[in-house]
């Protein structure tokens, strides 16, 4: 069918509709208030904030529920999950989640062979956990949040690791690392009004690379048995040297209560000697026969056969009995 003018197209539209030609602009009229009616109408999610912007600008914040917006494009909804943590991994990928977590087999060595302060090389696995803060910032202030995350933890975590011996990373630092990455990412993702907030930096796993691997255990186990036999040296050195410190101590304490004593007793023995001096000048029969009988006092029990002899007696034999044992020894 041809149609040689536009008064062809209405005549044969009169045709086909009849008497519901004056119906028309009513049905597009109602049309397009339906379609707007339900651009107008909006929801956010309970974990998200709606942001709004009309013609292009930010007007206003949306909180969870049903909205009203103006419609025909002057104002759109943007909603913005601010309670959900998000995670980037470096180094590894998750497959599925999960009790039994499933981990892709790939390599991602360009983003986790790192170079340690002292010039060893290390297979550094981490994943950053963020979320959030300010939606506006988020949405005008950065065009591809998650690729300037990335980039930014990638850089931070190379420096660091660049600053600490391979030991430290492995061992003793990994939660230091992880502090101060979380620490310098924020600064610059502040700097740069990101409106994203670090929840956790967490070093998953950190080895050597595959092809040093033996080597790398030599070297440790080399270590471990260095610190082994220093461990048993101080072992040693802690039973030895305490033990003999307190033998000397002992021993200086006898000496010195040795000493004390016999400067006491020889103290004691010339106060001694002066008083009965000086008794013996006042009273020297008196004090020569005490001094007598204190003596003999003192030697008499002692002795174990007592023999009494007259002073008139020419000879003691015949008070001793000689065929007694041991008679002749007394």
């Known amino acids: 069918m041809d149609f040689k003018t536009p008064e062809d197209i209405l005549n044969i539209g009169r045709k086909k509709f009849g008497n519901f030609g004056p119906l028309i602009p009513l049905l597009v009229a109602g049309l397009v208030l339906l379609i707007g009616f339900a651009g107008a109408i909006y929801s956010i999610g ?9 013609f292009g600008k930010y007007a206003r914040l949306s909180q969870p529920g049903l909205h009203v917006k103006m419609p025909f494009g002057i ?7 601010v309670k959900r943590i998000f995670k980037e991994e470096f180094g590894l990928r998750t497959l599925r989640p999960g009790v039994k977590t499933r981990y892709s087999s790939k390599q991602y060595l360009e983003e ?21 803060k300010d939606p506006v910032k988020l ?41 101060l ?45 260095k610190e082994r036999l220093i461990n048993q040296a101080w072992e040693a050195y802690n039973k030895v040297i305490p033990l003999a410190k307190g033998e000397a101590e002992r ?28 008794e013996y000048k006042n009273a020297p029969d008196v004090t020569r026969k005490r001094l007598y009988l204190d003596t003999m006092q003192e030697v008499l029990p002692k002795a174990k056969n007592k023999y009494i002899i007259d002073p008139s007696q020419s000879s ?5 009995n000689i065929g007694e044992k041991g008679g002749g020894t007394q």
Do not use: C
Request: aromatic share 6%.
């Open 75 to 81: 104002e759109k909804a943007t909603p913005v999950k």
């Open 251 to 278: 021993t200086i304490r006898e000496a010195e209560g040795y000493s004390l004593g016999k400067i006491n007793s020889a103290k004691g023995d010339a106060e001694r000697f002066d008083i009965t001096w000086r």
């Open 112 to 132: 986790s062979l790192m170079l340690t302060g002292d010039l060893n090389m290390l297979d550094v696995r981490w994943i950053v956990q963020f979320r959030v």
């Open 46 to 54: 309970p974990d998200e904030v709606g942001v709004i912007q009309r």
């Open 316 to 320: 003691i034999l015949q008070l001793l």
């Open 139 to 179: 949405l005008f202030n950065t065009r591809t949040p998650l690729d300037n995350v990335r980039d930014i933890t990638e850089v931070i975590m190379r420096r660091l690791v660049g600053d600490y011996r391979v030991d430290e990373v492995l061992t003793t630092k990994r939660d230091e690392v992880n502090n």
């Open 181 to 225: 990455a979380q620490l310098q990412m924020q600064e610059i993702l502040d700097n740069y009004q990101t409106g994203i907030r670090i929840v956790t930096v967490k070093l998953l796993d950190v080895n050597p690379p595959d092809a040093v691997k033996p080597a790398f255990n030599e070297v440790n186990e080399a270590k471990q048995e």
